[in-house]
């Protein structure tokens, strides 16, 4: 359940970004990674956690998520 898992969705976001287009020269995959993550604004990562604590409290309350 990646909704109460939010590293999931912030390697999802990642991932994505790691995976447009080949390595550069002397890119490595590395820096690449490195560089995604940092390219994540600090406001999605709040959005995220928000969300799997929106859902965890859901779960708790026996509400489907």
Known sequence: MDE??????????VKHKVRR???Q???TLQDRIVDAANEVPIEHLRS????SKNQFDNCLNYIPI
């Open 4 to 13: 109460l898992n939010p590293i999931e969705q912030f390697w999802a976001l």
């Open 21 to 23: 287009e080949k390595l």
């Open 48 to 51: 995220i956690i928000q969300h």
């Open 25 to 27: 020269g002397t890119e």
